[in-house]
């Protein structure tokens, strides 16, 4: 079979495969109208994306007949298949993220996510499974505080604040979290919710940390600074 047989197929077509490969799995064929209610998509659509398969040579399908793999289709289903479950995988258990919001998360990455990075990500799975126990206790300490915060309704993390960054960054301002006469006088320097600023210095011994903003060049204590959120650049 060329090359040119085998075409890159969409977010929705990778759908379709790996729903025709888990029915193939488990039955040793697939349906339409069985696509059509895992996928929860119209017959009509079911048809038009079969037909596309089909025609990159990646399933074995006439109208009314049961549907089969082909060998390029079965490795390139296999393939977002096992891409779908790295995802998951890791959002669950590295991240304590609940099974459902988890395989949600993963059909919407799998797609557009490059191969290397899923691969790394796999990788770093299989990595933190060969640690000792009480380096893995450490990771789901942190999976348990996460479900803990999840629970509880708090489910924001903590922002970037000033004194987080590096010399030569620059982040929006999303918030301040001081109150009274630091606010004040914050405020009147100018830095406010929006503004842009800029880290050009910072001095050793948890000096002052010299900042840019609107063509204006500042000292912040520390604290001040800690008191700065911002969305980094």
């Not at 995802?87 to 304590?96: A, D, K, Q």
Request: glycine share 8%; charged share 25%.
């Amino acid at each position: 079979m060329s090359a040119k047989a085998i075409g890159q197929l969409s977010a929705s077509l990778e759908d379709y495969l790996e729903a025709i490969f888990w029915m193939v799995a488990a039955h040793g064929a697939a349906r339409a109208r069985d696509i059509a209610r895992k996928l929860k998509v119209k017959a009509s659509s079911v048809t038009t994306a079969l037909q596309a398969l089909a025609e990159k040579k990646y399933i074995n399908y006439t109208p009314y007949e049961a549907i089969t793999l082909t060998r390029e289709g079965f490795n390139e289903a296999a393939r977002v298949a096992r891409q779908h479950h790295i995802l998951r995988s890791c959002f669950v258990e590295l991240l304590g993220i609940d099974d459902a919001t988890a395989e949600q998360g993963a059909c919407r990455v799998e797609h557009n996510m490059p191969p290397v990075i899923v691969e790394r990500i796999a990788q770093f799975h299989e990595f933190i499974k060969t640690l000792p126990e009480k380096h893995r206790r450490f990771v789901m300490r942190f999976v348990e505080a996460c479900r803990e915060k999840t629970a509880a309704g708090n489910v924001g993390v903590s922002r970037t604040t000033v004194a987080d960054m590096k010399v030569g960054r620059q982040g929006v301002i999303m918030a301040l979290k001081r109150e009274g006469a630091v606010s004040r006088r914050l405020a009147d320097m100018g830095i406010g919710r929006g503004v842009l600023i800029e880290v050009v210095g910072i001095a050793p011994m948890s000096g002052p940390i010299r900042v840019k903003i609107r063509g204006y060049s500042l000292a912040l204590r520390k604290s001040e600074a800690q008191g700065i959120v911002v969305l980094e650049r």
